[in-house]
């Protein structure tokens, strides 16, 4: 697979996720799965947005800024993901869950950048 199609198959797929973010910001409150806390619900879908965004990112850019970078583009988003809440029935826009969102973000991205980087030096080797 070429760069260009990495590329633009990790922005598809970034693209989507946020899409099933928004999608689940969507559902009233009492439409949510009971089962999950509603924390692990923001890490979880966070900490796949920060992988993915890093992943698209690190074509383009040295690892450290691509990992900044996803982590502040996923805090963004979890931003405009808390003001989409305010026009949700029951929902209401929380800094705690944009810190949650964050939180993950940055899970996902440094997981991500830490296996990554640990596969570079095995190649190389």
Known sequence: MSVTQSRSLLWL???AWAGVIFFMSSLPGSSLPPRIPPQIGHLGEYFILGSLLYMALRIDLPPRRA???AV???SAYGVTDE?????VATRTP???DWATDTLGALAGAGLTHVIL?????RRSA
């Open 83 to 87: 003001f989409h809440q305010r026009f």
């Open 13 to 15: 797929a970034i693209a």
């Open 117 to 121: 980087a640990r596969a570079s030096r």
């Open 67 to 69: 990992l900044l970078l």
């Open 72 to 74: 502040l583009l996923a």
């Open 94 to 96: 929380d800094v705690w």
